[in-house]
């Protein structure tokens, strides 16, 4: 079932997620309720106070795919790839972190607006999973930057509030004034976004490459 999917300003995107204590039938279907929502949305992580529920749990899929739609490897790293995917992730906590590195992110709940975050590049995690066994996650990549995106959530914080006070204003009272882009408007800021960012990464390389 596809659910709603709050936007800022909406007062429940800012209550902590409980921990929860058992992995109960419920919980599940919720879980799956979230990955079925946060694949209709075109999204690659979602978080559990983003649909309502105030409780510790995230999805997370940001395995690449092709104009069909198809998954593909390419663009994952090496660490990435040794990660089975969708996660469902309940009770998440980061244990190490290590070097830094941005990344431009956007938010289902926050829709049509892209800025460049601070997150640590690497990391490692431990949370139970759909089964309430628990796992030990270590990764980088994108797959690092949205779990710790979606981990902001549980805590009531938006990726905005970790921009810097003019640039979180400016999409404050752009929102506030002139509400949110269009289903189009925010596919084609996506798409730029994407751009950007793939820009961004052939620059690195080549960067790399010269040293």
Sequence with gaps: MVLE???????????????????????KTLAENMLETMYAENGIGLAAPQVGQSVRLLVIDTRPRDEDGNIVLEGLTELERQVPQ???????????????????EGCLSVPGFFETVDRALYIEAKYLDINGQEQVLKTDGLLAICLQHEMDHLEGKLFIDRLSFIKSNRIKN??????????????????????????????????????
């Design 86 to 104: 969708p996660l469902v992730v309940f009770n998440p906590e980061i244990t190490v972190t290590r070097e830094k590195t941005t990344y431009e």
């Design 5 to 27: 999917v709050l936007k800022f300003p909406d007062p429940r995107l800012r209550k902590k997620g409980v921990a929860v204590e058992s992995v109960t039938p419920e919980l």
């Design 174 to 211: 752009r929102i506030q004034k002139h509400g949110y882009p269009t289903a189009d408007e925010v596919a084609e800021e996506r798409s730029e976004a994407r751009e950007r960012r793939k820009a961004a990464r052939e620059k690195t390389a080549v960067t790399a490459g010269s040293k």
